[in-house]
C-alpha cells in the first residue's frame, strides 16, 4: 500500500491543500478552539476565566444527564442490532439468486429517500389509533400510545434499523466477496460444518469490515435525531430525549457554556472510542497476518 | 429448493424496505376527501372517534379513483412547495459542486504527494468527519454568528462545502490510482497540476459520481443546519418542511413526498453501481 516518496513536494502540496485547509480553519478548527474557550469562562463577551465550572454544571444538570444516558442506551442497543441484521442480511444475499440485484437496490431504498418523505407513514403506522394498534386490537391487544410513552424508544430504533441496515450489508456482502471461496472448499473437504465455517472462516475474514461498520454503525446512530426530531418535535417523549436535543435547545437559547462544554465531552468521547477502536483494530489485523 | 425458501425470506424483507414508499406514492394519487375518510382515525381527536366507531387507521393501497389533484394543489395551486424544493436545491448544489473542487484537490496532496504532517492532518479530517452533527454544528455556529452569517444559506453552504468527507472517500479513490501512470507522467516532464487535471480526475469519475450521489443523499435530506441556521420558515428546505404540513393537507404531503423522493430513487436506481461503490470506499482502510 505505502508508495515510495515522489519527492519531497511540501510547496506542492500545500497549494493543493491551500482551499481546503483554508475552509476547514475557517469553519471547523478556529470556531472550535474559540469554543475550547467559551467552555472556560462564564460568559462569551468579556467573561473571566472559570476553570472547569461549566462542565461541573454539565454534568450535575439532571436533563444533560438523562438525555445523555439515553443517546448511550440507544447506541449500546441499535449499533449490535444492526450489525448482527445487516450481515445476516449480506450472508443472504452473498450467493447466486434470482432478483439479487432487485433485493439489493430495495434494501438501500431507504437509505436514500429523505428522513421527512416517510414520517407520515410512521405516524399512520405508530399513533395511538394507527394501524399497528388497529392490528393488535385484532388480537384483543390493547392498544398503546407507542409515541407518548416509554415505547417511543423501540419506535425510533425500527426506523434506525430501517434505514441503515442497508449500508452496513453494502460493506459486509464486499467484505464477503473478497473472501476466497477455495477457503470454505477446503473446510468443507476437511469436515467443517456450516457453522463451523462461519466462525473460523467468514467471522475472522470479516473483522477489518466489521471494524469499520462498527464506526460507521456508531456514527450513523447520532444522526436518528433526524427521525425523532420530525416524528417528534423538540420535545418528545423523554425515552428519546437526546443529546441532540439538549444541544439543539441550547442553541434556540443561545447558552453558550452548556453548548461548548457539551459539545467538548461529546468530541473527547469519540476521539477516544475512535483511537481506541483504531488501535484494537490494529493489533487484530496484525495477528490475523 | 432452498432457493425458493430464500427468495421467499428476501422477497419478505424486501417488502418492509420498501412499503412506506410505496404507501406514500399510491396514497398521493387519491383524492383529498379520500385520504380525509381513510385518515380520519388520526385526526379526529379521542371523543369523536369513540362516537364515530372508527378507531384505528387501515393502510389502503389503491386509490377508488386515480387522481392528479394532490400533484396539480402542488405544483400549481400552492407555489410555496415550489420554492421550498427550490430551497433544498439552492443549500444541496453548491455543497456538492463545491465539496467535490475543494475535496478533489485535498485529496490528491493526500494521496499522491509526500509532505510533512500528512498523517496527523488527515487524521484530523478523519476525527472531523466522525464527529456528530451537534458538535461541528457549534464551531459553525460561533464562526457564523461572529461572521454574521446566522439566518442565510452560507452559513450551511460554506461548512457543507468543506466537510471532511469528500477528502476522506476521494482519497480511498485516489490510492487506487496505480503509481506507475503517474511516475510515466512525472518522467515525461507532467506537472502535478497536469497529472491532477489530466490523468487522476478522469480515471477517478466514479469515485467523483459516487461523492456527488452520497453528498446529494445527505444534503437533501439536511434537517440539523437548518433548523440551527434557519429561523425564517420561507427560507428552510422541504427535508425540514414536509413534517410540518398541517393536517387537512396530508394528501398534498404524500404528493410532495413523492416529488421529492423522486430524484433519489432514481439515482438509486439508475447510478446503483456509484452508490454501491461509494459505500464500499468508506469501508476500505487505506
Known amino acids: 500500500m505505502r508508495r515510495k516518496p515522489l519527492t519531497r513536494d511540501s510547496l506542492t502540496a500545500s497549494m493543493f491543500l491551500l482551499p481546503s485547509q483554508a475552509g476547514f480553519a475557517l469553519f471547523f478548527l478556529i470556531p472550535f478552539a474559540m469554543g475550547a474557550w467559551y467552555s472556560l469562562v462564564d460568559s462569551p463577551i468579556q467573561g473571566s476565566f472559570v476553570g472547569l465550572a461549566n462542565y461541573r454544571e454539565l454534568l450535575g444538570n439532571a436533563i444533560f444527564r438523562h438525555a445523555a444516558t439515553n443517546t448511550l442506551l440507544f447506541t449500546a442497543i441499535s449499533v449490535p442490532l444492526n450489525m448482527l441484521l445487516s450481515l445476516v442480511l449480506a450472508m443472504l444475499l452473498n450467493r447466486s439468486l434470482p432478483f439479487r440485484n432487485g433485493f439489493r437496490i430495495a434494501c438501500l431504498i431507504p437509505l436514500v429517500v429523505p428522513v421527512a418523505c416517510v414520517v407520515l407513514v410512521w405516524q399512520t403506522l405508530f399513533d395511538q389509533h394507527g394501524t399497528l394498534n388497529g392490528w393488535l386490537a385484532a388480537f384483543g391487544v390493547a392498544p398503546t400510545d407507542w409515541m407518548e410513552s416509554g415505547a417511543a424508544f423501540w419506535v425510533v430504533m425500527i426506523v434506525y434499523l430501517w434505514k441503515n441496515v442497508g449500508y452496513n450489508m453494502v460493506l459486509f456482502l464486499a467484505g464477503l466477496q473478497s473472501i476466497p471461496t477455495d477457503y470454505y472448499e477446503a473446510a468443507s473437504i476437511d469436515g467443517a460444518g456450516a457453522f463451523r465455517k462461519l466462525r473460523s472462516i467468514t467471522l475472522v475474514y470479516l473483522t477489518p469490515t466489521t471494524f469499520f461498520v462498527f464506526i460507521m454503525s456508531i456514527v450513523n446512530s447520532f444522526k436518528v435525531f433526524r427521525e425523532t426530531y420530525l416524528l417528534a418535535g423538540s420535545y418528545p417523549d423523554s425515552s428519546i430525549y437526546m443529546l441532540q436535543h439538549y444541544m439543539n435547545n441550547m442553541f434556540a437559547s443561545l447558552d453558550y457554556q452548556k453548548l461548548t462544554s457539551a459539545a467538548f465531552l461529546m468530541a473527547v468521547v469519540i476521539v477516544v472510542l475512535v483511537f481506541v477502536l483504531f488501535r484494537v483494530e490494529r493489533r487484530i489485523s496484525k495477528s490475523l497476518g | ?286
Not at chain 2, 425458493?4 to 419478505?12: E, N
Not at chain 2, 454574521?148 to 457543507?160: E, K, N, Q, R, V
Not at chain 2, 479513490?173 to 515525461?188: C, G, H, K, N, Q
Open chain 2, 1 to 286: 429448493m432452498k432457493k425458493v425458501i430464500f427468495v421467499a425470506l428476501l422477497t419478505a424483507i424486501a417488502a418492509l424496505f420498501i412499503f412506506p414508499l410505496a404507501l406514500t406514492v399510491t396514497n398521493s394519487f387519491m383524492s383529498e376527501g379520500e385520504i380525509t375518510a381513510n385518515y380520519a382515525a388520526l385526526t379526529g381527536g379521542d371523543d369523536t372517534i369513540a362516537d364515530a366507531g372508527i378507531s384505528y387507521v387501515k393502510l389502503k393501497w389503491i386509490p377508488e379513483l386515480v387522481t392528479l389533484s394532490q400533484y396539480y394543489s402542488v405544483l400549481i395551486q400552492k407555489p410555496q412547495f415550489l420554492f421550498l424544493f427550490w430551497n433544498s436545491a439552492l443549500l444541496t448544489l453548491p455543497i456538492i459542486a463545491g465539496q467535490i473542487a475543494v475535496a478533489s484537490l485535498a485529496a490528491y496532496a493526500f494521496s499522491q504527494l509526500r509532505f510533512r504532517g500528512r498523517e496527523p492532518l488527515f487524521f484530523l479530517y478523519i476525527v472531523t468527519m466522525l464527529m456528530p452533527y451537534q458538535v461541528t454544528l457549534v464551531p459553525n455556529f460561533i464562526i457564523a454568528d461572529r461572521l454574521g452569517l446566522m439566518g442565510s444559506y452560507a452559513s450551511i453552504i460554506f461548512p457543507g462545502i468543506f466537510g471532511a468527507f469528500g477528502v476522506f472517500l476521494l482519497r480511498q479513490f485516489m490510492l487506487t490510482v496505480p503509481y506507475s501512470y503517474i511516475e510515466a507522467a512525472r518522467a515525461d516532464g507532467a506537472g502535478h497540476l497536469y497529472i491532477f487535471t489530466r490523468i487522476v480526475l478522469p480515471m477517478c469519475s466514479s469515485g467523483l459520481a459516487a461523492l456527488a450521489i452520497l453528498l446529494f443523499i445527505d444534503n437533501w435530506n439536511m434537517v440539523e443546519q437548518p433548523l440551527v441556521f434557519l429561523s425564517d420558515p420561507h427560507k428552510q428546505p422541504l427535508s425540514v418542511y414536509l413534517s410540518a404540513i398541517g393536517e387537512g393537507e396530508r394528501g398534498l404531503a404524500f404528493a410532495a413526498s413523492t416529488l421529492y423522493m423522486l430524484p433519489l430513487v432514481l439515482v438509486a436506481l439508475y447510478a446503483e453501481r456509484y452508490l454501491v461503490e461509494g459505500i464500499q470506499l468508506t469501508g476500505i482502510k487505506g
